[in-house]
């Protein structure tokens, strides 16, 4: 009996609490998979937030500087007075400065300061917000362009040269990195000894002065250069800052302003190049006033060589430099020792003349050439520029007038005067000189003090001109 009804005790309890067990164990892992699947959900919207933080960010700044809602198109304070829009510049370097194309390149900083109302934001710290060029294409920026500019470019490595910085109230900086190649009026009439001005002129291109005040952010220091700035070519004697207007009759008046520089040329360069080896040639071509005036082929060939060269030296000067149509004063110097030069080649043609002229005279007074004009001497330097005793080989280089009493002379010549000619020969070398000095003409004489005067006198008035 005790046995049947533990029997049926057992039956109820396993019939009634089978199926709580089983129906707790299901409930468990049904949790348990809601749980992962709802971690899985949770990391999801995680990451979607992460992701639209990263997405919202921009859209802060915008709304914190109210892009969206303003029209940017117009200029700050529009309708009202202009906007002043303050300027500095950090020279970084002058890169060329080029004669023939009348043209500089330049390097700078170029900062623009304004203030846009439409751009504060409240900030808790009065801390300022820094961008690059892509927020550029969204706000209202001067539009500063370079007067008389032929090319320039934002430097664009490893990104674009631009920084955009806005203050809480509503105060801009905009710095770019720029190179600019522009015109350079150059005078060259005192070339090589000349200072060249020049200028970069800044100007609004579409806001006239009704609109857009530009002005010079702190005065005569709004223009810095680099401390070691130089050019192989000149010396940066001065950089300064000024401003005016500017009119164009179908827009009005604008506001400009100017960055000016004074340049002031190295001569040593063209002293080695160009006015020393003048000075060689122009000296050179005195020599032939000490050369015998019957060595024609040694005057005329010392006197051509001079003239061709100098003017190869001019030609050289002339191709560097622009076709302008005024007279330089490296032109007049090279052209006065070219004048020089070419004198020295008139006056032997004179002396030479003078010459045969006066030989002819004495020949038709005497019937004979004296001593001094020798026609055996005569004619045998001018055919190898060589110097002859009348009496030393002159049988196989001369040619006489009278032939018949040259042969004569010849066939009677005795022995012994054989042998003072071999004595004449060997003191004939100490004799040249004072031969030659005692055989040169008037003309030489004083050109030797006169050329060498008159070319020194220049030089002073050249230089205690230009200089």
Same mark, same amino acid.
Not at 127 to 144: A, C, E, Q
Not at 366 to 384: E, P, W
Not at 423 to 436: A, T
């Given at each position: ?12 309890? +396993?019939? $009634? ?27 999801? =919207? ?7 933080? $990263? ?49 500089? $390149? ?7 300061? +304004? ?66 190649? *522009? ?102 071509? +005195? ?17 051509? $060589? ?40 008139? =006056?032997? *043609? *004179? ?111 050249? +230089?205690?001109?230009?200089?």
């Amino acid at each position: 009996m005790i046995l049947a009804f533990q029997l049926v005790s057992f039956t109820y309890i +396993w019939i $009634t609490l089978i199926p709580n067990v089983c129906a707790a164990s299901h409930i468990r892992m049904t949790h348990q998979r809601c749980s992962s699947s709802m971690k899985q959900i949770c990391k999801q =919207e995680t990451r979607m937030k992460k992701d639209d933080s $990263t997405k919202v960010r921009p859209q802060k700044y915008e709304q914190l500087l109210h892009i969206e809602d303003n029209d940017f198109a117009m200029r700050p304070g529009f309708g009202g007075s202009p906007v002043p829009v303050g300027i500095d510049v950090h020279v970084e370097s002058i890169d060329s400065i080029s004669e023939t194309n009348m043209d500089f $390149t330049m390097t700078f900083y170029l900062r623009h300061y +304004w203030k846009d109302e439409r751009l504060s934001f409240p900030s808790t710290a009065n801390k300022s917000m820094t961008f690059d060029h892509r927020l550029i294409r969204k706000i209202w920026v001067p539009d500063i362009f370079f007067v008389h500019s032929k090319r320039s470019f934002i430097h664009d490595t490893t990104m674009e040269n631009i920084m955009l910085r806005v203050h809480p109230d509503g105060n801009v900086l905009l710095s770019l990195r720029i190179t600019v190649s *522009a015109m350079c009026f150059m005078d060259f009439s005192r070339f090589p000894l000349d200072t060249q001005n020049c200028s970069l002129e800044l100007e609004s291109y579409a806001y006239n002065e009704d609109d857009l005040m530009l002005y010079w952010k702190h005065g005569n220091k709004s223009l810095n250069t680099e401390e070691h700035m130089s050019l192989s070519q000149f010396f940066i004697e001065d950089f300064s800052a000024s401003s005016g207007l500017a009119f164009y009759s179908s827009t009005g008046w604008y506001n400009r302003l100017f960055i000016n520089f004074v340049l002031r040329r190295h001569i040593f360069f063209f002293v080695l190049q160009t006015y020393f080896p003048a000075i060689l040639m122009v000296m050179l071509s +005195w020599v032939s006033f000490w050369i015998d005036r019957r060595a024609v082929p040694a005057r005329v060939s010392l006197g051509i $060589t001079t003239v061709l060269t100098m003017s190869t030296i001019i030609t050289a000067v002339s191709a560097s430099m622009p076709q302008v149509s005024y007279l330089k004063a490296v032109d007049v110097y090279l052209w006065v020792s070219s004048f020089f030069v070419f004198l020295s080649v008139i =006056e032997y *043609a *004179a002396v030479n003349y003078l010459t045969t002229v006066e030989e002819q005279k004495q020949f038709k007074k005497t019937g004979k050439i004296s001593r001094m004009y020798n026609i055996d001497a005569v004619q045998a330097m001018a055919f190898d520029g060589c110097y002859h005793d009348s009496e030393i080989d002159m049988d196989q280089t001369s040619l006489s007038l009278n032939s018949e009493d040259f042969m004569r002379r010849k066939s009677i010549r005795s022995p012994s005067t054989d042998s003072t000619r071999i004595k004449r020969r060997k003191s004939l070398g100490g004799h040249v000189g004072r031969i030659i000095l005692g055989n040169n003409h008037v003309i030489d004489t004083y050109s030797r003090i006169l050329f060498p005067v008159v070319y020194i006198l220049f030089n002073l008035f050249y +230089w205690g001109v230009y200089v």
